[in-house]
């Protein structure tokens, strides 16, 4: 049962424009999202993350839009650059003492073009 | 601060033996969680460890085990290997205050 779904499993885009990466989970109860950018052989590197009381997290280029009632997230990096090229992992918690488990999507390679 | 370390980065042993890796956390983090990458399965949890007790484990079988040390530093090892135990392992650290957990490198283990 794949709780967190990446549908998309490559994108490709133009250097200078938006990349928007989609995530949908299924569990309700998920309070807590984060987004990790990973290269082959290493391991995933936080990038950022939107708590389910907030609709919305800026961090410089990146920008994370969350929508409770489709249960849906995407990630909004603009300019892209050929450095975000790399696999983009969306995972999801459910915070709370006692809880550290990320459940990860299958991931989104993005392929910056320059 | 230190980031996350995990020893070591490569490791290949064959069918039956058994193996043990290592986690060092981000100083002042006590929250110390395991993870499987595989091409097939994604990342998959292994389980959690909290002040040296598993607080959350993970669907797998019980030849996989860890422990943690009170010094946070936490070891993960696996018994009778099997080769679809090939895979990036990755250690993962949090603290109450921050929710994030932060990834190390991973130890690439290739079971022959």
């Known amino acids: 049962d794949q709780q967190v779904k990446q549908n998309s499993p490559s994108l490709s885009v133009q250097e200078g424009r938006i990349s928007i990466l989609n995530c949908d989970y299924t569990n309700s109860m998920f309070d807590y999202f984060l987004w990790y950018k990973k290269y082959p052989a290493e391991g995933p590197t936080f990038l950022i993350s939107?708590?389910?009381?907030?609709d919305k997290n800026e961090d410089g280029r990146f920008t994370v839009f969350l929508n409770k009632s489709a249960k849906h997230l995407s990630l909004h990096i603009v300019p892209s650059q050929p450095g975000d090229s790399a696999v983009y992992f969306c995972?999801?918690?459910?915070?709370?003492?006692?809880?550290?488990?990320?459940?990860f999507g299958t991931g989104t390679r993005l392929t910056i073009i320059p | 601060k230190a980031g996350v370390t995990q020893t070591p980065r490569y490791l290949i042993k064959t069918r039956g033996q058994q193996v043990t890796l290592s986690c060092s956390p981000i100083s002042g983090h006590r929250s110390v969680s395991w993870y499987q990458q595989t091409p097939g399965q994604g990342l998959q949890f292994l389980f959690e460890?909290?002040?040296?007790?598993?607080?959350n484990k993970g669907n797998f079988p019980g030849r996989f085990s860890g422990r943690q040390f009170s010094n946070s530093r936490s070891e993960m090892n696996v018994s009778t290997l099997e080769l679809g135990d090939s895979a990036l392992y990755l250690c993962?650290?949090?603290?109450?205050?921050?929710?994030?957990?932060?990834f190390g490198p991973g130890t690439r283990l290739l079971v022959l």
């Open positions: 460890y909290f002040s040296e007790t598993q607080r």
């Open positions: 939107i708590s389910s009381i907030k």
């Open positions: 993962a650290s949090s603290s109450l205050i921050t929710e994030t957990q932060y």
């Open positions: 995972a999801a918690n459910l915070r709370g003492f006692g809880n550290e488990k990320l459940t």
